[in-house]
């Protein structure tokens, strides 16, 4: 079965560019997580959704957006890139929402976005 | 919310057991516990998870004492290929945000 995928697996932007970063959960998964990672440090959590619906939000500016689609992939959007946003981009599926259960999420490899 | 903390790096050789423990003070009634593991490029792989008690699957084992305030992950005969980062966390259950809260996580060198 395959896993979780992330779509492009690197990417290179310029200072206030946006970006859309695509995730497609692991089939049968209602649930999508978004994480950032930079250099050196765990992942930080962003945005969950579960049935489309946003469902948790982390400690992130407004220019970061996400939504869930019908299928259940999911885009992250963040716009007027800053430098700091270089990051690892995870996203996570999991069998239900992650708030009532401990159904443990499954992450995909990423996306590398680097900020010139 | 539940925060943790764990050694920073661990180095061990080949063929011996490791014990990386993580301390969670303010874990709640409701909170598991939960381990992932971490190579360089890619994304983190759950290894275990558990509420109280002993867990043990193909890979590792997960001790957690009775108040809950620490676990254990033991890796059994490592290899170099266990090389990686290791992340303890406490899930939070309930209320409007079901995220996991990631730490530094433990570093483990694994040499030959």
């Known amino acids: 079965d395959a896993g979780v995928t992330q779509s492009p697996t690197h990417l290179i932007k310029t200072r206030g560019q946006h970006v859309t970063l695509r995730c497609s959960p692991i089939s049968g998964h209602k649930s999508v997580s978004w994480y950032q990672q930079v250099l050196g440090q765990g992942p930080q959590f962003i945005f969950q959704?579960?049935?489309?619906?946003?469902?948790g939000r982390g400690n992130f500016p407004d220019r970061f957006s996400a939504r869930q689609f019908p299928n259940y992939s999911s885009e992250l959007n963040v716009n007027a890139l800053l430098l700091g946003d270089s990051a690892l981009y995870l996203c996570?599926?999991?069998?239900?929402?992650?708030?009532?259960?401990?159904?443990?999420?499954?992450f995909g490899d990423g996306t590398r976005l680097s900020i010139l | 919310l539940a925060k943790t903390t764990q050694p920073i790096s661990m180095d061990s050789y080949e063929g011996q057991e490791v014990n990386i423990t993580c301390s969670h003070n303010n874990i709640a009634t409701n909170d598991y516990i939960t381990w992932y593991q971490q190579f360089p490029s890619q994304g983190p792989r759950f290894i275990i998870q558990g509420y109280k008690t002993k867990v043990t699957n193909e890979v590792a084992s997960l001790f957690i004492p009775a108040d809950r305030k620490s676990s254990t992950l033991s890796l059994p005969r490592v290899s170099l290929s266990d090389t990686a980062v290791y992340y303890c966390?406490?899930?939070?259950?309930?209320?409007?945000?079901?995220?996991?809260?990631f730490g530094k996580g433990t570093k483990l060198s694994v040499k030959p």
């Open positions: 966390l406490v899930g939070e259950r309930g209320g409007s945000q079901g995220n996991l809260i």
């Open positions: 959704y579960y049935e489309k619906e946003e469902r």
């Open positions: 996570a599926s999991s069998l239900v929402w992650q708030g009532n259960s401990n159904q443990p999420q499954h």
